[in-house]
């Protein structure tokens, strides 16, 4: 993201992170200690909150991380008159339905299992796997809260299959993969996103043709087109 809106030019960029980060004025602090990253917040517009503790099942480090550190984040930008948040959710707010036909077919990548058409999984339900899973959708759930609140826009958005190598590795990432340039894309999109919008979830996944998610909510709504898609990596 962070390349992709240097390469834009039109922002004025900080980084909040809790080691330093060459070539952008940084913040060093840990999202956990309120009073540690308050001084990060002001004089920003727009905050786009992706860190997290990817510890799938470990209540403590979820706890600290992404249920502390997330509360801290909204209060924090308000506190300091942020117009927006842009929150990075997770697939894993409904990766339970993996273990359902048809979707657990196509996440195991028999695809010659799957009969008929596969009904796409809606951004109003959840259904978390792990705890971590659980604390993304509490992360959108307290996100909602601050907006009917303190009028903070609050965009959340479950992003898919990012990785390193920026392909797939299995099957249920050839369903889920969402490529440097999609997720860059959509999180452009949040930050140019209309006023009006004040809270709202969206996928996020590239164009894939196993993709079990249904991305036509972050299509209307933000104007966003996937670029990529895992159908080359078949």
Same mark, same amino acid.
């Given at each position: /993201?962070?390349?992709?809106?240097?390469?834009?030019?039109?922002?004025? @960029?900080?980084?909040?992170?809790?080691?330093? /980060?060459?070539?952008?004025?940084?913040?060093?602090?840990?999202?956990?200690?309120?009073? $540690?990253?308050?001084?990060?917040?002001?004089? %920003?517009?727009?905050?786009?909150?992706?860190? *997290?503790?990817?510890?799938?099942?470990?209540?403590?480090?979820?706890?600290? $991380?992404?249920?502390?550190?997330?509360?801290?984040?909204? @209060? +924090?930008?308000?506190?300091?008159?942020?117009?927006?948040?842009?929150? *990075?959710?997770?697939?894993?707010? %409904?990766?339970?339905?993996?273990?359902?036909?048809?979707?657990?077919?196509?996440?195991?990548?028999?695809?010659?299992?799957?009969?008929?058409?596969? !009904?796409?999984?809606?951004?109003?339900?959840?259904?978390?796997?792990?705890?971590?899973?659980?604390? !993304?959708?509490?992360?959108? *759930? %307290?996100?909602?809260?601050?907006?009917?609140? &303190?009028?903070?826009?609050?965009?959340?958005?479950? =992003?898919?299959?990012?990785?390193?190598?920026?392909?797939?590795?299995?099957?249920?990432?050839?369903? +889920?993969?969402?490529?440097?340039?999609?997720?860059? @894309? %959509?999180?452009? !999109?949040? =930050?140019? *996103?209309?006023?009006?919008?004040?809270?709202?979830?969206? &996928?996020? /996944?590239?164009?894939?043709?196993?993709?079990?998610?249904?991305?036509?909510?972050?299509?209307?709504?933000?104007?966003?087109?996937?670029?990529?898609?895992?159908?080359?990596?078949?």
């Amino acid at each position: /993201l962070r390349q992709h809106l240097e390469k834009v030019g039109e922002y004025d @960029l900080a980084a909040l992170n809790r080691r330093k /980060l060459e070539g952008v004025k940084c913040h060093q602090g840990d999202i956990s200690n309120l009073e $540690d990253i308050r001084p990060a917040f002001k004089n %920003i517009d727009v905050v786009v909150h992706l860190a *997290a503790n990817l510890n799938q099942n470990s209540w403590k480090e979820q706890l600290n $991380d992404n249920i502390i550190g997330t509360y801290n984040v909204y @209060l +924090a930008a308000v506190e300091s008159g942020v117009k927006r948040v842009v929150f *990075a959710s997770s697939g894993s707010t %409904i990766r339970g339905f993996d273990n359902i036909p048809p979707y657990d077919a196509v996440n195991e990548g028999r695809y010659g299992d799957v009969t008929g058409k596969v !009904k796409k999984i809606s951004h109003e339900v959840f259904r978390p796997d792990s705890i971590y899973g659980a604390t !993304k959708v509490w992360g959108e *759930a %307290i996100g909602r809260y601050f907006s009917d609140t &303190f009028n903070l826009s609050v965009i959340c958005i479950r =992003i898919g299959s990012v990785n390193r190598n920026d392909r797939p590795s299995n099957p249920r990432e050839v369903s +889920a993969y969402l490529s440097h340039k999609d997720v860059a @894309l %959509i999180l452009h !999109k949040c =930050i140019e *996103a209309p006023s009006e919008i004040k809270c709202d979830t969206f &996928f996020a /996944l590239s164009d894939n043709k196993w993709g079990i998610r249904d991305l036509e909510h972050s299509k209307a709504i933000l104007g966003w087109e996937p670029k990529d898609s895992s159908d080359k990596f078949l």
